[in-house]
């Protein structure tokens, strides 16, 4: 019994052991288009420094989780700091977060999945970064 107990408490650790190691073999990839100021991957959260006013940020987040089918559960916006809560189409959840710095740069913050995925989440990021300088929304 003492054994079993010992590989139930083993086994969360094992798993996030192996997660981690695929999130950190896929390497880092400057974003696309050059559009984000700064940019890094932390404890399962992809953050960046989008170069454009809170509301362009907004309209690009929106704009690509309706392209990415992404289901709006919840929202969260009171004029200087947003909070969006998806589901996408497999049931993977996908959290974004966004607050305004200066008038002209926003810092956004993704999380795909429970635990993360730095993978999906910078592609999520280079959509919203060629959204915002497509011209559409400026």
Do not use: W
């Not at 969260?76 to 002209?104: H, L, P, Q, W």
């Amino acid at each position: 019994m003492r054994l079993f107990a010992r590989f139930l408490k083993a086994l969360p650790v094992v798993a996030l052991c192996l997660l981690a190691s695929g999130c950190v073999a896929a390497g880092a990839a400057a974003v696309v288009g050059g559009g984000a100021a700064t940019y890094g991957y932390y404890r399962g959260t992809y953050r960046a420094i989008l170069d454009a006013p809170l509301y362009q940020a907004d309209q690009a987040i929106r704009s690509v989780a309706r392209r990415g089918n992404l289901k709006e559960m919840k929202r969260e916006c009171n004029g200087y700091r947003a909070n969006y809560k998806f589901v996408d189409m497999s049931g993977v959840k996908v959290e974004v977060t966004y607050r305004a710095i200066t008038s002209e740069s926003t810092r956004i913050y993704i999380r795909v999945g429970t635990v993360g995925d730095r993978q999906s989440s910078q592609i999520l990021l280079d959509a919203i970064d060629r959204e915002l300088h497509a011209g559409s929304l400026r």
